[in-house]
């Protein structure tokens, strides 16, 4: 059983277009995330949702809308895309914080190629 | 805010040999977590190991142990009998909270 899923795993696209990843998990946990994965393979936190509310919004342009409708999915929206949006976008999440329990798993991973 | 910093961008071990990777960290953070994670070239990021700032005790698991110096601010990965399947990017991580920082990552060869 996939724990943190992803689809797709794979998405190319052109500048300017709309696109969406969508991310479940089926571990129970309160919090989920996105991180993004540059060229040099630097990751960054996007945002941070708690109990489907919005708890980190690390200066994310906004293009990027993440959407959480329930606790175990968290989605991700891109609008007019651009070349700099290229990188590997991961889901992940963790038991709710307030019970100290830290420790993130991640998705396999969205690769996104912006032509 | 929280920085992590990993010195070593490449490293290289033969089969069966020890290797460290070295990570720094710098936090004002009282209560925080330490991660190492592994991401071989599926992608996919695997937890190898986690220690509690609180604990004095470092964390092993199996193979994988680290040397966590609080007051040096340094949580070292050491991997003992490596193995080719050790080859990977390997990430130090802090995480107090809401969100995990990253070091840059140090690559690790496996050769035969």
């Known amino acids: 059983d996939t724990a943190v899923s992803q689809t797709p795993k794979y998405l190319v696209t052109q500048m300017g277009n709309d696109k969406s990843i969508k991310c479940e998990q089926n571990?129970?946990?309160?919090?989920m995330y996105w991180y993004k994965q540059d060229s040099k393979k630097f990751l960054k936190i996007m945002f941070s949702y708690n109990n489907k509310e919005l708890i980190i919004n690390e200066t994310v342009p906004n293009r990027f809308s993440p959407k959480s409708p329930d606790k175990a999915h968290l989605n991700l929206h891109i609008n007019s895309l651009e070349l700099g949006d290229s990188a590997v976008y991961f889901c992940?999440?963790?038991?709710?914080?307030?019970?100290?329990?830290?420790?993130?798993?991640f998705g396999p991973g969205t690769r996104l190629l912006v032509l | 805010a929280q920085t992590v910093t990993q010195s070593q961008p490449e490293m290289s071990v033969q089969e069966a040999e020890t290797v460290t990777l070295s990570c720094t960290y710098d936090?004002?953070?009282?209560?925080?977590?330490l991660f190492w994670y592994k991401q071989p070239p599926s992608r996919q990021m695997i937890l190898v190991i986690r220690?509690?700032?609180?604990?004095?005790q470092n964390a092993t698991e199996n193979r994988f142990s680290v040397n966590f110096q609080k007051a040096a601010k340094s949580f070292s990965l050491k991997i003992s009998d490596s193995q080719l399947g050790d080859t990977a990017m390997y990430f130090c991580a802090s995480g107090s909270g809401y969100a995990l920082n990253f070091g840059k990552g140090t690559s690790l060869l496996v050769t035969p």
């Open positions: 220690q509690e700032a609180y604990k004095q």
């Open positions: 571990l129970g946990h309160d919090t």
């Open positions: 936090t004002s953070e009282s209560n925080y977590y």
């Open positions: 992940a999440s963790s038991q709710d914080y307030l019970a100290g329990e830290e420790t993130q798993y």
